[in-house]
């Protein structure tokens, strides 16, 4: 069974920053391939960036130059850096591995 545990996310003004990480326990994958998804109020649930077991990386165009997803050292962690952050980010974001999903932290962007 795996099991994700996020966090991270939180209250921030247009144009600031924050970094999401999720860390996942009981994969059979070194490196598994891991992903961030979002959702906001009423609207779907969408891919934000995610990174395979070699290490490619893959963003929305709505976050491309802002938004960047790496690996720990530890290779079952993943962290998002956020940048830039525009109030059209506020959602709801979810840790992904395997069609396994984390309980999601939230990241509001308000001034």
């Known amino acids: 069974q795996v099991q994700l545990v996020e966090s991270g996310g939180g209250l921030v003004q247009p144009g600031g920053s924050l970094r999401l990480s999720c860390a996942a326990s009981?994969?059979?994958?070194?490196?598994?391939?891991m992903g961030w998804y979002r959702q906001a109020p009423g609207k779907p649930r969408e891919l934000v960036a995610r990174i395979s077991s070699g290490d490619n990386t893959e963003y929305a165009d709505s976050v491309k130059g802002r938004f960047t997803i790496s690996r720990g050292d530890a290779k079952n962690t993943v962290y998002l850096q956020m940048n830039s952050l525009k109030p059209d980010d506020t959602a709801v974001y979810y840790c992904?591995?395997?069609?396994?999903w984390g309980q999601g932290t939230q990241v509001t962007v308000s001034s």
């Open positions: 992904v591995t395997q069609s396994y």
């Open positions: 009981g994969s059979p994958f070194a490196s598994p391939p």
